[in-house]
């Protein structure tokens, strides 16, 4: 199939090779010259705009940091909606707010063009292994068709309900994920002050109705986990920075819904304070930083 | 073996009979004539005082609802260190500060008398049922003499450490749990709001990095899972206001260790303002109340 | 002086009301007919569009309810920057993010005319009575031409700074008055709960260090205070949804500057909760329901 | 008069002094020798108990750190109560939970002494200038005999309603001042970071509805206002850590008046999280330090 894909940053570039490994054929595009350089070498076309990109293919991916740059490829003049055919479907990779992936989706069934948001879970790990999480938003028949080509780069490919409900998915997951992150570290930094060894509290908590997928997978405290950031310094994994993205995603997501999310703005605001302290780039798991010395 | 049975309520009855029923002789005390009667009915002998209770038994357990009483029951007069015989071993299942719990234990060391805290968790279905999870604080060798006593009643025996981690491991697993179940609650109920099926969320959520035992066991949406409170407007279960009890408990040993829990704090707040307004007698999992209209 | 109004509700039919008063000549322009008759009654001139109301005029005002607004009726075709003559001063009055505003005024300034943001507090009796506060943005030279125009509809006009500072000015005050007035409803709330006389508690709070405006000037403990809002059901007064805008529009720019307000951001929170529940429409002062049964 | 003075810290020390200076004759108790031998030096009788200390004596004042230490100075063998005359008045000035100190008056009184609570503010600084605010709990008559003896070392004294609510009142002001303190320093840091002079910004706020006592007596940013700690990096004032034990007592009160204070506890645990950093010492204001680099 002949596919154009544009983004090709850390998430972008190796969900673009498993799509090669699959004998796709790819048109590729990217703003920074370096990132396309490293696709064509690998064999793709390179297009010199969004537009080119989209033109003369199949399907159409995009990976994007943020709904402005998503709203801009896809609606801008020399724009993906620019450029692409009748009917050729598109899918939206990128972690954006609901309501734009919802504009964005119309524009192109305006035109004519089925289209998905797909955000996904997995970090750059998944990426490469493909074995990246989809969250799917778009109708049952575009979700079937788009389904065969995620699963290039992806395992678990889930279909949440109309366009703009993968974005709901992810960024509601994702807060749970933060509320919970930081639950772990305020119980473990806790159990340790009060004098329990915090490898016997993981694992009675993960037993009971404490556990959680930070407790039992992810654990922050030093010592409990091998192979997770908390056991190398809280370097790789999913930055701090990012976690906080996404909570002002779903924070802001909120707020448009007049919709309470108490401790979802809670841990936006203990993500931003560890954020200004410097620790943006550290794994969102040194979170735990603000509860015990190192 | 004879065993003395202080703390004859909504849990200890159900204990008690279940030890009943593995063969052992109880001498039972509490300070309702009535709850006293439920047990001397089924053949149980009746003490007048915690210290009579305490006298010519092999081992005493103790179910009380709180440290004060905890503390009373110990070791003012006619209570249960003023009675026991010299090295008898003593069990408090009840859930207090961990501090009262070690000061306790030190005072039944000094007498002579082993003693070992062991919460447990299961509610009182659990109780019923001799399957709850005992985690308990005491010595490798205290703990060991516990267990197959503890077995009667109970299916999990966790060794915790020494003494008072049993409620050190209690009372930070549910701080956890009420910081989780309130992530859930917001989680769900936000999905629900920006247009997504809670039932489709709640599955993607439980196969993702948001998962927890609040949102796969006991998810508090009604509609997603059967048997659990929210399938029947939040009867039985865990009541609020013993949530709200716990959480008070863990957040005053938090400050006499001068630790900051900042979710904690909220949920504690949070529960506060539920069971203010008319809410502490329904199952926990009913805070996602403050979250959405009925 | 003649000058060009656009925005007439609330806030804006008032002000412009003064101006005429002061012997100014007025031209206005809205998109909702009924407002702009209600001024073309008064006497002043009719305007089809922003660019037609910018037109022909010595200065030009505005007040309207959003950053969107704000920026779509300076910069779109047929906006207030394509009518305006070289040189012509420009007033925002609206209450939006400082990004916003900074934006704009320097669009205003590449096209050759000074622009001031000068949000507003005082509400619409100080709207009417002409005595509002203007918070200005800009430089000092043109903070000294807008001053005594402002001044025909305000008290107090004070210079903040650079263009956008109004703004900042505007929001962080309003952020502080948030907190303080949640922290006097839970101050009060709990000294009444305790058993205190809550006007006695009011006259101490207010003559120690717990005081502040929300205590001795708008007191929402009804019965200590007379005229203000909670003397009368809440009704009047600064509603609680215009709070909610604000602190909406504080917690984003926080979020832009990546600066932490814990506090704010759990005032954001209460007081979408406080407007879940219906309360939107009463004065900002009633979230004290939150803490107190009627 | 005779009096009996019980606790010479910090604060009880100028106090005492105060009221040699206006000729009282003063019999003093501490348990620490060298606090006691500071003031036999100035003139003092010495006693050798709590209940020495009040035998004998007009009046007997006690200036403690805690519950608990009131619990026992009064209540306990050899206390205030087992040698004080029948109907000498009792003043307790210390600043303790308020079911504490009803439960102490209630024993007081059944022993025939009236007693009043009168927890001060003011500081050391305060003390030392007899210019304290005394908050009095107790009948009309018990303040009105009070009044005379509490001008000797300060000069608002105000009656708060019956025993107890002087606790009530100094614990709910204080819980305000808290939040309000933190209010400001979210505010003025934000203001800065978003570009503005924070000393235009207090000045704005302080003249705005934002004004409170931390942002125009105690600005907690540098260089605001002269001769506050803020200008002195924090040393002196109100120390972080008194300010977390009187959030600790008022949190407490709370809870066991099932009354929810959302901010009360938020700040209860910033302050937390501020000594556990190591700023416990540092006046109260520097909790901006949370939210600025220095």
């Known amino acids: 199939m002949k596919i154009g894909f544009i983004g090709l940053g850390h998430m972008g570039n190796p969900m673009a090779r498993n799509l090669l490994k699959h004998g796709h054929t790819l048109k590729v595009f990217d703003?920074?010259?370096?990132?396309?350089k490293r696709l064509t070498d690998q064999g793709c076309a390179a297009a010199t705009?969004?537009?080119?990109?989209?033109?003369?293919?199949?399907?159409?991916?995009t990976m994007l940091p943020s709904?402005?740059?998503?709203?801009r490829v896809y609606t801008a003049e020399h724009g993906v909606l620019d450029g692409v055919g009748k009917g050729v479907p598109l899918i939206d990779c990128s972690t954006i707010d609901p309501h734009t992936a919802r504009d964005v989706a119309m524009d192109a069934k305006a035109k004519g063009n089925p289209m998905v948001d797909a955000p996904v879970s997995g970090g750059t790990g998944g990426a490469e292994a493909g074995t990246l999480t989809f969250m799917v938003g778009g109708s049952v028949e575009d979700f079937e068709r788009a389904k065969p080509i995620l699963q290039c780069m992806g395992k678990n490919i889930v279909h949440c309900g109309d366009a703009g409900n993968g974005q709901v998915a992810k960024i509601c997951?994702?807060?749970?994920?933060?509320?919970?992150?930081?639950?772990t570290a305020e119980g473990m930094a806790l159990a340790a002050k009060l004098g329990m060894d915090p490898r016997i509290f993981a694992s009675i908590a993960n037993t009971s109705s404490g556990r959680c997928w930070s407790s039992d997978t992810y654990n922050p405290y030093p010592g409990v986990l091998e192979n997770v950031p908390s056991a190398r310094g809280y370097s790789g994994g999913f930055g701090s920075d990012l976690m906080l993205k996404d909570l002002t995603l779903v924070t802001e997501?909120?707020?448009a819904a007049r919709q309470p999310v108490v401790l979802g703005g809670?841990?936006?605001?203990?993500?931003?304070m560890h954020?200004?302290?410097?620790n943006g780039a550290l794994d969102f798991s040194s979170i735990i930083k603000l509860y015990k010395k190192d």
């Open 31 to 36: 703003v920074v010259p370096d990132l396309l």
């Open 49 to 61: 705009s969004a537009r080119d990109c989209a033109s003369g293919v199949e399907l159409v991916i």
């Open 67 to 71: 709904s402005p740059h998503v709203k």
């Open 173 to 183: 997951n994702n807060m749970m994920l933060a509320i919970e992150m930081i639950a």
């Open 253 to 255: 997501a909120a707020k």
């Open 266 to 272: 809670m841990a936006q605001q203990l993500y931003q």
């Open 275 to 278: 954020s200004a302290m410097g």
